[in-house]
DNA sequence: ACTTGTGAAACTTTTCACAGCG
DNA sequence: CGCTGTGAAAAGTTTCACAAGT
C-alpha cells in the first residue's frame, strides 16, 4: 500500500546527511553536459566509496539502469524531492552581527532551495536598517507573520540563544539551524542542527595532535605554548 | 608499557567530535562556580546521555570519584589536554569574502585556543589591507613562512578552493576546514572537515517535510511551490 | 559485458544494567 | 547509599561480494 516509488519511511540519518553531497555532484555533472553516470564516477565525484553510494540510493529506490548508471537530471529530481526542494523554503536569520550579515549576503542559500526572507534582531540600531537587500526587523516583528514550514537560523550570540529558540518554538518553527556555541533545549518534534566553529577546529587539533605524536616528540611546534596564567590551575 | 594515564591510542571519533562539547559545558559550570558535576549534570548541560558521557570519559582515564562525580577543574584540564589545547593553535583564513571577514572577527575562536595569525586573498585590491587587526597577504606571501601545525580555513569560492587546498598541503599543513561547497582530494594524513551551510539546511528540510507529512497532506505550507520552468521536467 | 541492487559480514556507536568502589 | 566505569546487548553504518537485470 504505502509501496509507491519512494522509500518506506526510514531513510537512516547518514543516508539523509550525505543526499545534499550527491545533489551538489549532480549539479556538476549536469552543468557539464553529462547525462548518464555510474556509481563508481558519482561516488568519486562525491568523495563517498561506490558501495555506499549504492546504497544510499537503495534507499530512496530503484532509480539506476543496470550495465549503465543512472540518468543524471532523473536522479537529481528524484534527491531534490526526497529532501523536499520541490518546494523554496523560507529562512528567518537570528542576530545581525558578522556572522548574521555573512550569512544574510551568502549566495549559496538562493541558488539551492532556500530563500532568505527574515532578518531580525533586537537591537533598535539595525531594526528597520537595510541589509543584503532585506529590512532588518524585530523579533516581535516576526512573531505576527510566522509562516508553516520556516526554518530558523540563529547567528546570535549564545547568551541570547536559548530564548530566541524558545520564542521560534512558540510560533510554531521546528527546523533550527544553531550558529550559536551552547545547547539548546528544544521540545520533542523540533529539530535543531548545530555548527560550531571553534568546535571543528578543537576536532582538527586532536587530529593534527596525534598526527603528529606520530612522527616523534613534539619539538617542531611552531603552534605557541599556552604559558600564561596556568599557574594558578597546578599551584 | 603504554599504559600511562590516558586512553591509549583509539578514543573513537565520535567521543572525539563530542570532547569540545563537553569543555564547554564544563566551563560554563566552572564560571558559575561549582566544582564537582555529576555525569547526570553534564550530561544534562552537554545535552546527551549520561551513559554516553560515561563511556566517553572512560577512554580519556579515569577521572571521576564514584558516589560523588567528576572535579570540574580537572575534568576540563584533561579534556583540553587531549585535544591539544594545551597548545594555541596557529589559524589562516583563505578567501577574505563576507564569511572569510565574519570569520575573522569572530572572538570565540581566541577563547577556544585558537589564533588567528594569517588572512590570504589572491585579490590585489585586498592583499595590503588591514582586517580585524591583521594585514591580508596572498598565499606566496603565506609560503613563505608556514609554521608546523598550521590550521587552514578555505573560505574561498569553490572553483578556487582545491587550488588552494593544493598549495596548503604542499607547505606541509594537514589540518583543513573547508567552508567552501565542494569535495576536496587531499592525500593521505590531511585531515578535512567541512561545513556546508546550504547541506546543513537542505537536511533540515528533509525533517521539516517528513514531519510535516506526518500530520497529513502539506495544504499549509507557506514555503513557495517552486512554480517555474518545471514543466519541462514532466512533459 | 557491465553495472546496479542487496543480503550478509564487519565494524562502529549507543544504550543497558550492574558490579565495584568511595 | 550513590555514582562511576564497563562488559555485554542492541542499534546503526559501512563494506563486501555476487546474483540479477539489461
Not at 545534499?20 to 566509496?49: F, I, K, N
Not at 523560507?90 to 527574515?118: D, E, Q
Not at 516583528?141 to 518554538?169: E, F, N
Request: glycine share 10%; hydrophobic share 45%.
Amino acid at each position: 500500500m504505502t509501496d509507491a516509488p519512494a522509500a518506506r519511511r526510514g531513510i537512516p540519518g547518514a543516508t539523509v546527511a550525505r543526499l545534499p553531497v550527491y545533489l551538489r555532484a549532480l549539479a556538476g555533472l549536469a552543468a557539464t553536459g553529462v547525462d548518464t553516470v555510474s556509481s563508481e564516477e558519482l561516488a568519486e565525484a562525491a568523495g563517498v566509496r561506490s558501495a555506499k553510494l549504492r546504497k544510499d540510493l537503495s534507499y530512496l529506490g530503484s532509480y539506476g539502469v543496470r550495465g549503465v548508471g543512472y540518468d543524471v537530471v532523473r536522479l537529481r529530481e528524484e534527491i531534490a524531492r526526497e529532501l523536499g526542494l520541490q518546494y523554496d523554503w523560507s529562512v528567518a536569520i537570528i542576530g545581525m552581527g558578522n556572522l548574521g550579515h555573512a550569512l544574510a549576503a551568502y549566495s549559496g542559500f538562493a541558488t539551492r532551495g532556500f530563500r532568505v526572507t527574515w532578518l531580525v534582531d533586537e537591537d533598535p540600531n539595525l531594526v528597520g536598517s537595510r541589509i543584503a537587500g532585506l529590512t532588518v526587523i524585530d523579533m516581535d516583528a516576526l512573531a505576527t507573520q510566522p509562516p508553516a514550514g520556516l526554518i530558523g537560523v540563529i547567528a546570535t550570540p549564545p547568551t541570547a540563544a536559548q530564548s530566541v529558540a524558545d520564542r521560534l518554538v512558540e510560533m510554531g518553527v521546528h527546523s533550527i539551524l544553531n550558529f550559536a556555541p551552547c545547547v539548546l533545549a528544544v521540545p520533542d518534534g523540533v529539530e535543531v542542527r548545530k555548527v560550531d566553529l571553534a568546535t571543528e577546529l578543537q576536532i582538527l587539533a586532536f587530529h593534527e595532535q596525534h598526527a603528529r605524536a606520530e612522527l616523534g616528540p613534539l619539538a617542531d611546534l611552531a603552534a605557541v605554548e599556552v604559558a600564561d596564567a596556568r599557574q594558578e590551575a597546578t599551584s
